[in-house]
């Protein structure tokens, strides 16, 4: 099993644009989520998701939508990059379907920056 | 809404000793998990030990244990014999166990001397 995979590792962006962050994993898990983590911080939830179809916000959702239309998959779309959202990302899940009991399985992480 | 809070930026040890890692933190929940997970230069997240607050016992994973005290909401992690590979950030985690997913401390920074 490849376990939670994320494309790019690293992305440069300019002010404006538009971009997706790739998230599978071939687990069949059933909860998914995106964090973000700063400098000096933690990570923090941006958006998570308990299934196909259904999707909820974080405690940092501005800027990012998401949709969940198979199991495997879990993308992070920025509709217009700003610099505030230079960090690195990361794409997790869980066999809980219900959120975060059990052991988060963390992907590589993508680092964006965006100028 | 949980907080979860390391006051410890930066910890260094020698090679074979034993660290102990500081954390607290609130919650309203009256179910709930915590957590410790290592992050190395590489930057994966790797869980190192999971305690159920429902378990009074403290969990081991081999040289990693917890001191977890409920009424004092702490939750240390201690390493023992530590080696050159626990280098790394650490972060504490908390989890109401609900979709809202983990809330993490700001992390401590490991150094292992050797």
């Known amino acids: 099993n490849a376990g939670v995979t994320q494309t790019p590792k690293f992305q440069v962006l300019k002010t404006g644009q538009s971009m997706t962050l790739q998230c599978a994993q071939d687990m069949n898990h059933e909860y998914m989520s995106w964090y973000r983590q700063d400098p000096g911080m933690g990570l923090r939830l941006i958006h998570y998701?308990?299934?196909?179809?259904?999707?909820d916000q974080g405690e940092v959702p501005n800027g990012y939508n998401v949709s969940r239309s198979t199991t495997e998959d879990f993308p992070l779309r920025l509709l217009s990059a700003a610099p505030s959202q230079t960090s690195v990302y990361f794409c997790?899940?869980?066999?809980?379907?219900?959120?975060?009991?059990?052991?988060?399985?963390f992907g590589p992480g993508t680092r964006l920056t965006v100028l | 809404a949980q907080t979860v809070t390391q006051s410890q930026p930066e910890m260094s040890v020698q090679e074979a000793e034993t660290v102990t890692l500081s954390c607290t933190y609130d919650?309203?929940?009256?179910?709930?998990?915590l957590f410790w997970y290592k992050q190395p230069p590489s930057r994966q997240m790797i869980l190192v030990i999971r305690q159920e607050a429902y378990k009074q016992q403290n969990a081991t994973e081999n040289r990693f244990s917890v001191n977890f005290q409920k009424a004092a909401k702490s939750f240390s992690l201690k390493i023992s014999d530590s080696q050159l590979g626990d280098a790394a950030m650490y972060f504490c985690a908390s989890s109401g166990g609900g979709a809202d997913g983990l809330t993490f401390g700001k992390g401590t920074h490991l150094i292992i001397q050797p």
């Open positions: 919650t309203s929940e009256s179910d709930y998990y």
């Open positions: 997790a899940s869980s066999s809980d379907s219900g959120g975060s009991y059990n052991e988060q399985f």
């Open positions: 998701s308990v299934g196909a179809g259904i999707t």
